[in-house]
């Protein structure tokens, strides 16, 4: 199994739908991130966590939330999409001290 | 505030072709790390190099060498004789402290096409 777990790996849906994004991770890392790539924008941070109780804003919040149920689990939710939130969306994790961050495989939404 | 900037946005070489990806950054913290990742066209990320601030060594690995220079700012990225596997996005990216503490700032990455 990956050390860090997207589902799911491809989605279309709709304008106006609210729509999930799951994260899970095997690697114990209390740091968690999610991040979305625009061709041309790179990476681009959304939420970040730093423990189950932590939860920080990104850069690019607006029209995101997420929630950290748990160590291992991060779920970042669309609560209504726009066409625009099109993209492939990367979950991560770190850990504080080496500062190696590993990535799940990503997801690739499509709004339309 | 940190900043990645990579001008090459797109990159076309033959193989065997040596290739430099460039990355200049900023930031106002002394210590920090430097991470080059690839995106094949299967869409993941892979990791390729970390560095410190305080090792400004050049790193070579096969064909990839990495030259880290603080007094430009800059971390760039060559492959030498370049292979049509080469052929990826490549990004790079940093992490410092500060008000960014704990978030990786990547830079706009570079698309790189190695024709046979």
């Known amino acids: 199994d990956a050390d860090v777990t997207q589902t799911p790996r491809n989605r279309i849906t709709k304008t106006g739908k609210r729509i999930m994004l799951e994260c899970s991770q095997t690697k114990g890392h209390d740091r968690m991130y999610w991040y979305r790539q625009d061709p041309g924008l790179g990476l681009r941070l959304i939420y970040y966590?730093?423990?189950?109780?932590?939860?920080n804003k990104g850069e690019i919040s607006d029209g995101y939330s997420v929630s950290r149920q748990a160590q291992a689990k991060f779920s970042l939710s669309l609560e209504s999409a726009i066409p625009n939130q099109t993209a492939l969306y990367f979950c991560?994790?770190?850990?504080?001290?080496?500062?190696?961050?590993?990535f799940g495989s990503g997801t690739r939404l499509t709004v339309v | 505030a940190q900043k990645v900037t990579q001008a090459q946005t797109e990159i076309s070489v033959v193989e065997k072709e040596d290739v430099t990806l460039d990355c200049v950054y900023e930031?106002?913290?002394?210590?920090?790390?430097l991470f080059w990742y690839k995106q094949p066209p299967s869409g993941e990320l892979v990791f390729l190099i970390r560095?410190?601030?305080?090792?400004?060594q050049n790193e070579i690995s096969g064909r990839y060498s990495w030259n880290f220079q603080k007094s430009t700012s800059s971390f760039n990225f060559t492959i030498t004789a370049s292979q049509v596997v080469d052929s990826a996005v490549y990004f790079c990216?940093?992490?410092?402290?500060?008000?960014?503490?704990?978030?990786?700032?990547f830079g706009q990455g570079t698309i790189l096409t190695v024709h046979p």
């Open positions: 966590s730093f423990d189950v109780k932590d939860i």
């Open positions: 991560a994790t770190s850990e504080g001290r080496t500062y190696g961050y590993t």
């Open positions: 930031t106002r913290d002394t210590t920090y790390y």
């Open positions: 990216a940093l992490y410092a402290g500060g008000t960014s503490y704990g978030k990786l700032t």
């Open positions: 560095r410190n601030s305080f090792d400004e």
